[in-house]
Nanobody, 124 residues
Framework: QVQLVESGGGLVQAGTSLRLSCAAS????????VGWFRQVPGKEREFVAD????????YYTDSVKGRFTCSRDSARNTVYLQMNSLKPEDTAVYYC?????????????????WGQGTQVTVSS
C-alpha cells in the first residue's frame, strides 16, 4: 500500500503561482511514477503531468506545458507540481496518484493509489 497526501491548494489570482505537494508513504518501492490529475464537477478526471519516481523524465498535457513543472525530493518522498501563470481554466481539484512499472502514464485507471485531492481556484 502507498499513501499519498496532497497539499498546497488555495485561491489565487490569474497570473500567479502555486506549488502543490504530494507526500508519499508506505511501500513506495513499488512506485514507478507519480501523476497529477485534475477534475472539475461534471467532467472526467484529466491528466496533467507525470514524473518517474526516480525524478527523471516528466510529461505534461499540452495545456500546461511551459507553465507547470514536476519535481521530486527523494529525501522527503515528495513530488511537487509547480504551477505558474495560472489561468481560471486551471481551477479544479488536483489529485496525485502512483502507478507501477509497466502501466502507461496518463490513463487514470493505470494509477493504483490516489490522494484525497486539493482544491485550486484561480480567479480572473
Amino acid at each position: 500500500q502507498v499513501q499519498l497526501v496532497e497539499s498546497g491548494g488555495g485561491l489565487v489570482q490569474a497570473g500567479t503561482s502555486l506549488r502543490l505537494s504530494c507526500a508519499a508513504s508506505g511501500r513506495t518501492s513499488n512506485t514507478y511514477a507519480v501523476g497529477w490529475f485534475r477534475q472539475v464537477p461534471g467532467k472526467e478526471r484529466e491528466f496533467v503531468a507525470d514524473i518517474s519516481w526516480s525524478g527523471g523524465s516528466a510529461y505534461y498535457t499540452d495545456s500546461v506545458k511551459g507553465r507547470f513543472t514536476c519535481s521530486r525530493d527523494s529525501a522527503r518522498n515528495t513530488v511537487y507540481l509547480q504551477m505558474n501563470s495560472l489561468k481560471p481554466e486551471d481551477t479544479a481539484v488536483y489529485y496525485c496518484a502512483a502507478r507501477k512499472w509497466g502501466a502507461d502514464r496518463g490513463i487514470s485507471t493505470n494509477y493504483d493509489y490516489w490522494g484525497q485531492g486539493t482544491q485550486v481556484t484561480v480567479s480572473s
